[in-house]
Each structure stands twice: as structure tokens, then as C-alpha cells.
């Protein structure tokens, strides 16, 4: 059974803390991405990665960066959480234009 | 880029009917159309998808359709039952392009 596995199911962090969400596959599969899920915005595009060590701006990058180390994982930082990025994160990934398989979602508060 | 429209936003039917949701996109170039469905607490999961080359496919009680002249594609469920209740999201993939560009999601809402 394909799995992508995010570390946290609930989060609470403080402004200005630093915050890392991983994410971990194990399909092998090229393509990573992250998501922000909030109400009425649907699934936006963070970052996303083709492969290892590479990465590429989504639609909502700013005040998150990104990690490729080894292609199974991806990690998502946020370098100063701020209260504006309390939402649902959620890990997905592909092989080429295939279905996505994501994560069970990350729920960040920041207080 | 991509635009993915998505109506309606909520969709409430009694146990039974049919339910219906329909996305537009705007990339002619676009030819991988995935549908997901996210229960409470979980991740969205693929249900259903249609390739550019097909103009309709079915799963059971799921079908979707795929017009590529009016570029809009439709995602039909008949006979729903309350585990149908979920959020539901298009997505559209162009040529050359592994990225989906999703729709910002119909919440469906099956009464007993």
C-alpha cells in the first residue's frame, strides 16, 4: 500500500517560531509538492520538487522555504511562523502526470 | 497558467438523488483531469480521472465527462448514500507539465 506520511497530524506553534513539517514517501516517486488547504481557497501550491535537491516556487511561497535531501522526503519551513499561516498543510506526490497521493494533512496553529 | 473553475461550492441532496459537479479550465492544452475526494481528517484521495482522448468514463456509481471544445468537465455521482459526504476537488494537468492546478473544492452533503 502507497504511502506518503506527514510527521504531524496537529500543531501548536508561537509567532516567530521556526517550524518544520516533513513529509516522507515511499512509492520512489520524482515529483513532491506541498499545499496549503484553507476554507474556500482550496488547494494552493506552495513549493514543489522534481527531484532531488531541486525545488521551484509555487503560487504562495513567500515566508516558507523548502528541503529535498533525499528524494522520499520533503520538508516544509516556515522560517518565523506568523499567525496568518495557521491552516492545514497537506504532502503530495507523483510520478510524472499521474494520480497525486497525499498525506493525511498537517493542522498548524500558530499563536 | 492554468485557471480551474469549480461549481457549486456546497451541494446538498438527499440520500438517493444524483449529484452533480462541474469545473471549467482554461488551458486548452490541458489533457489529465483527475477527481478527489477528501473525507473528514484525511488527505484527498483519486476517485476517478479522464485523459484528454476520452470523452466520458464510469466507475460504478461514479462517471465523469470531459467536453475539450467548451474545456469544462463534469463529475457525476448517482444514487449517493451518506459516506458519498465529502469534500470533493477537480484538478487539470497540461502537456508537458506534471503539475495539477486544482479547483477550490465542492462540499457535498448526502442527507440520510
Known amino acids: 500500500d502507497v504511502k506518503v506520511t506527514q510527521s504531524s497530524r496537529y500543531l501548536v506553534k508561537r509567532t516567530g517560531e521556526k517550524v518544520f513539517l516533513e513529509c516522507v514517501q515511499d512509492?520512489?516517486?520524482?515529483?513532491m509538492f506541498w499545499y496549503r488547504q484553507d476554507p474556500g481557497l482550496g488547494l494552493r501550491l506552495i513549493y514543489f520538487s522534481y527531484d532531488v535537491k531541486m525545488k521551484e516556487k509555487g503560487d504562495i511561497p513567500e515566508g516558507y522555504s523548502v528541503s529535498r535531501e533525499k528524494k522520499e522526503r520533503f520538508s516544509l519551513i516556515l522560517e518565523s511562523a506568523s499567525t496568518n499561516q495557521t491552516s492545514m498543510y497537506l504532502c503530495?506526490?507523483?510520478?510524472?502526470?499521474?494520480?497525486?497521493?497525499f498525506g493525511q494533512g498537517t493542522r498548524l496553529t500558530v499563536v | 497558467g492554468e485557471n480551474v473553475e469549480q461549481h457549486p461550492s456546497t451541494l446538498s441532496v438527499q440520500e438517493g438523488d444524483s449529484a452533480v459537479i462541474k469545473c471549467t479550465y482554461s488551458?486548452?492544452?490541458?489533457?489529465?483531469f483527475p477527481w478527489y475526494k477528501q473525507e473528514l481528517g484525511k488527505g484527498p484521495q483519486l476517485i476517478i480521472d479522464i485523459r484528454s482522448n476520452v470523452g466520458e468514463k464510469k466507475d460504478q456509481r461514479i462517471a465523469v465527462t470531459l467536453n475539450k471544445t467548451a474545456k469544462h468537465f463534469s463529475l457525476h455521482i448517482t444514487e449517493t448514500q451518506p459516506e458519498d459526504s465529502a469534500v470533493y476537488f477537480c484538478a487539470a494537468s497540461k502537456r508537458g507539465s506534471y503539475i495539477p492546478t486544482f479547483g477550490r473544492g465542492t462540499s457535498l452533503i448526502v442527507h440520510p
Open positions: 503530495a506526490s507523483t510520478y510524472g502526470k499521474t494520480e497525486a497521493f
Open positions: 488551458d486548452s492544452a490541458s489533457n489529465y
Open positions: 512509492m520512489d516517486h520524482e515529483n
